[in-house]
């Protein structure tokens, strides 16, 4: 299969913790890597691979797996960290072709 | 500083043709895969095909097979993505982004700042 999962919303409040899932038959074999994206703006990485985070991303944010379920958890959820967020992976084909969840509003009150 | 720099937006009409361009700079060009993902108005991203301008090797999704071009140019650091005939649902903000595939990661770490495409008559 190539299709991802995702919540369309969740929200939380300021400071708590929220965790974004997204599943699929090809995160059995590949990691997760996760978008956010702000209105009017370009989608940003903020994890790729078993966890891991590019230079400039705050370390609030963390990514897990587990069988055929990735997840990014914001610790300590900040009002900037509302915007929409997206995970992609290599799907099972071989191919190197991508494949992106549906996307994922999270809201911070 | 790694960066991609995408062609400034375009308005078409039905049945033109188009090519869009993002121009990669600050990275050897063609060690790294580049793709392109669509955004319609309102809507989440669609990973449409990558391209190695190492070899020119292109993949597709099946969604966009046949429906768009992707080639790259590597003595300009230029990958494109176009179109032979427009149509009115191609209207979307396109991307491009450097992709970096490994055994078991697959992920974008450099993105254009996109360009908007808009097909009316």
């Known amino acids: 299969s190539s299709e991802l999962t995702q919540d369309p919303a969740v929200s939380v409040a300021l400071g708590q913790t929220v965790r974004i899932t997204c599943q699929g038959d090809?995160?059995?074999?590949?990691?997760a890597s996760w978008y956010q994206q702000k209105p009017g703006q370009a989608p940003v990485l903020v994890i790729y691979g078993k966890n891991n985070r590019p230079s400039g991303i705050p370390d609030r944010f963390s990514g897990s797996s587990s069988g055929n379920t990735a997840s990014l958890t914001i610790t300590g959820a900040q009002a900037e960290d509302e915007a929409d967020y997206y995970c992609n992976s290599r799907d099972s084909s071989g191919n190197h072709l991508g494949v992106f969840g549906g996307g994922t509003k999270l809201t911070v009150l | 500083e790694v960066q991609l720099v995408q062609s400034g937006a375009e308005v078409k009409k039905p049945g033109e043709s188009l090519k869009i361009s993002c121009k990669g700079s600050?990275?050897?060009?063609?060690?790294?895969?580049i793709g392109w993902v669509r955004q319609m108005p309102g809507k989440g991203l669609e990973w449409m095909g990558i391209?190695?301008?190492?070899?020119?090797?292109?993949r597709y999704s099946p969604s966009f097979q046949g429906q768009v071009t992707i080639s790259a140019d590597k003595s300009i650091s230029t990958a494109y993505l176009q179109w032979s005939s427009l149509k009115a649902s191609d209207t979307a903000m396109y991307y491009c982004a450097r992709h970096e595939v490994l055994d078991y990661y697959y992920y974008m770490d450099v993105w254009g700042k996109g360009t908007t495409v808009t097909v009316s008559s």
């Open positions: 600050g990275y050897s060009f063609t060690s790294y895969w």
């Open positions: 391209i190695y301008p190492g070899d020119s090797d292109t």
């Open positions: 090809s995160l059995r074999s590949y990691y």
